[in-house]
């Protein structure tokens, strides 16, 4: 089976569940504890498709209040992007836009998946209210806690890049 | 030791040099801070998954042009140790072919402070967040508290209105009804009609306001299932008494198709109606002629109804229809808003036929297993 290699970033505001979002996809685990990312880590998982393996290198970059403050040299070379931000705090749905246009300006070409983490701190209605007022199209809501919707996230930017790359 | 001695010596604690080839594997590597020697036999790009993401950046490293890339902060772990590290890359020549220079400062203890400011000023940041959220739901609760007492207020003093004025208002209404019985001409017993009708819309309006209704804002007041043509003819009864001189009384003319019954809020339907007539009798008198409805489908259960009066008997000068215009759109913009429904007045001028035309849209009950037509 054919076999790719790629280097996908997770970026978005800090307290977004970027690293937990990781840490359920590669571990299985979460831990409710905020503990901050500085730089960025990088991990490594295997995504098999029906038509190819896609081999992911994930950097999870420490969150910055815009995505104009991460170093420049972490998204050389990026394959894929994941931007997260919390459904939870309304308060970031500003900025979302900008760091959006920032990035596919950056990353030309490189396709860019939006996840609303954090779903289960709100119910369904107010989650549906919630829908409403943010100001871009987002591609997944997810729970990094109770792993909802976590692995289609991943899966879906795999074949992203699988077709990318045909 | 001279002094670039000790600063040799300091560095030399805080930095490694390893040098990999294209495939990723070692060469050299002082082992300061990671045994990577340990592993001779390892593809390094195996053993750091850093590594393997950036080797399309190495690869596209031009030898002799001093190309380099710097990665700040990278946290990583090796051998149950956990650093986070500046990288710098560049190409270097070494033992006669290319290779890669990889150089890791560590920064941890540095980088060990930066995280604890960092996460100091992330929690401060989410702790002001949620302290402003918290805020703006009391605020929210007190607004809620007063609309409450506010609707209770309302709630008791429109049972008492509502008890005191229905009361009589009906025994109004049933003496004009005993009276009509007994009206010696055909013009007594229309004033006592219009006298009945009017009342009566003043009754619906009180039933309409009544505190359940209002407080059962999730069942909308536009739900009353009522005749149509019932509820014209009834308003303009009301517009009898002004029709003493009026040669030929005005023509209602029901096109086919007009729904019986359609759901519509009574009341306001009844008032714009009224205020159409009113408008349309107060300035054209006893010279209006005829009102046409009909009805237009716009999408399933959904309609159109349009209502013309027209006058072509004595036709308006120029001047009394820019008038009537203009009132109209100061006076009726508002009704139309609430309506969703559309004035227009204008003159045919071959016929002289003056035209006033109310729009309005709205849903038309039709009864289960009833032709839609």
């Known amino acids: 089976m054919k076999s790719i290699t790629k280097k996908v970033i997770l970026t978005g505001s800090f307290s977004v569940g970027k690293t937990s979002l990781i840490s359920r996809f590669v571990y299985q685990s979460f831990s409710a504890e905020y503990k901050t990312t500085l730089g960025v880590k990088i991990d490594r998982k295997t995504v098999e498709l029906d038509n190819c393996i896609v081999n992911m290198m994930i950097w999870d970059i420490g969150g910055e209040q815009n995505q104009a403050r991460v170093p420049e040299t972490y998204f050389l070379g990026s394959g894929g992007v994941i931007y997260v931000f919390d459904i939870s705090r309304p308060s970031g749905f500003s900025q979302i836009t900008d760091d959006i246009a920032y990035l596919t300006a950056k990353l030309k070409d490189v396709p860019v998946v939006v996840v609303g983490n954090k779903i289960d701190l709100l119910d369904v209605v107010t989650l549906e209210e919630v829908k409403q007022i943010i100001p871009v199209s987002v591609d997944f809501y997810t729970s990094a806690k109770e792993g909802t919707n976590v692995e289609n996230v991943f899966t879906h930017l795999a074949q992203k890049l699988v077709n990318e790359s045909q | ?373």
């Not at chain 2, 009708?197 to 505190?211: C, G, M």
């Not at chain 2, 198709?257 to 205020?275: I, Y």
């Not at chain 2, 203009?326 to 071959?350: I, N, W, Y």
């Open chain 2, 1 to 373: 030791m001279n002094l670039n001695d000790y600063k040799t010596a300091f560095c030399f604690r805080q930095v490694q040099a390893i040098i990999f080839n294209a495939g990723g594997q070692l060469l050299e590597s002082c082992d300061t801070l990671i045994s990577v020697s340990k592993h001779p036999n390892a593809n390094l790009f195996e053993l750091f998954p850093v590594l393997e993401s950036v080797k399309g950046n190495l690869s596209s490293f031009a030898a002799g042009k001093n190309d380099k890339l710097v990665l700040p902060r990278v946290e990583f772990p090796f051998d149950d140790q956990f650093f986070i590290c500046d990288f710098h890359f560049s190409m270097v020549y070494h033992h006669n072919q290319n290779a890669y220079l990889w150089i890791l400062h560590d920064l941890t203890e540095q980088y060990n402070y930066l995280f604890l400011v960092q996460q100091e000023r992330n929690e401060t940041i989410i702790e002001a967040q949620k302290l402003k959220i918290d805020n703006e739901i009391l605020t929210l609760q007190k607004d809620i508290t007063l609309l409450n007492n506010l609707r209770h207020i309302r709630r008791n003093l429109n049972t008492t209105i509502t008890a005191e004025i229905e009361a009589p208002l009906n025994r109004i209404m049933a003496l004009a009804n005993k009276l009509k019985e007994s009206a010696d001409t055909k013009q007594e017993y229309n004033y006592l009609a219009s006298m009945e009708s009017a009342v009566s819309s003043i009754d619906d309006q009180l039933t309409q306001s009544r505190p359940m209704q209002l407080d059962l804002l999730l069942i909308p007041p536009d739900r009353t299932e009522i005749n149509l043509q019932d509820l014209l003819w009834n308003v303009l009864k009301i517009f009898n008494y002004g029709q003493r001189t009026k040669v030929s009384p005005v023509y209602l003319n029901f096109k086919p198709g007009l729904p019986q019954s359609v759901l519509v809020n009574k009341p306001r339907l009844a008032q714009l109606f009224h205020n159409f007539f009113e408008y349309a009798l107060f300035d054209w008198g006893s010279t209006l002629s005829s009102l046409s409805v009909s009805l237009q489908e716009l999408k399933p259960a959904f309609c159109k109804l349009e209502f013309i009066l027209t006058n072509n008997i004595n036709p308006l000068t120029e001047q009394e229809i820019a008038r009537l215009s203009e009132k109209m759109e100061e006076d009726l913009s508002e009704l139309a808003r609430t309506f969703k429904g559309k004035f227009d007045l204008f003159v045919l001028p071959e016929d002289q036929k003056v035209i006033m035309t109310l729009h309005l849209s709205f849903r038309v009950a039709v009864a289960k297993n009833a032709s839609s037509s």
